[in-house]
């Protein structure tokens, strides 16, 4: 997977909120993203990275979400939905993470997503304000999913 500098058929990352948002049809997943997502589905360029996959899990085994069924079934679902990939952490993306070269807090799956979106030259859809604000001073590039 890659992806040119401000092409417009380059990746969209999700980021784990962007993806529980997305499948649930979450209120809190913008208008305009959701139109914006609808379009990357048909294009076939959805990418899912592997960490999001390990948070959801963990923020089912800690309860602070409920899927309503068993995680491994949801991202099962999820990841069979058009369009969506899922981008393995590879040895590079891993490594990267450890070596951004700007400052960011230290939340390795933010740190990952961050890497992945980098790798791929993709676009990572967030909520975090944190991470939004980074895309401005143009480390990566992002939109914000609550729009």
Do not use: C
């Not at 948002?21 to 997502?37: F, N, Q, S």
């Not at 390990?54 to 995680?71: G, N, Q, Y």
């Not at 590079?92 to 790798?119: N, Y």
């Amino acid at each position: 997977m890659t992806a040119a500098e401000g092409d417009q058929s380059a990746w969209l990352l999700l980021d784990t909120h962007t993806l529980l948002w997305m499948v649930e049809d979450h209120p809190r997943l913008g208008a305009e993203t959701a139109k914006t997502l609808n379009r990357a589905a048909r294009e076939d360029r959805i990418a899912v990275s592997a960490i999001s996959l390990w948070e959801i899990a963990l923020l089912v085994s800690k309860k602070r979400i409920d899927l309503h069924r068993d995680p491994l079934e949801w991202v099962s679902a999820a990841l069979s939905l058009p369009g969506v990939h899922l981008v393995p952490l590879e040895p590079e993306i891993a490594v990267a993470s450890t070596r951004l070269l700007f400052e960011m807090h230290p939340d390795p799956a933010d740190r990952i997503l961050v890497a992945t979106a980098r790798h791929l030259g993709a676009t990572l859809v967030t909520a975090d304000k944190n991470l939004l604000d980074l895309a401005k001073k143009g480390y990566f590039r992002a939109m914000d999913a609550a729009k």
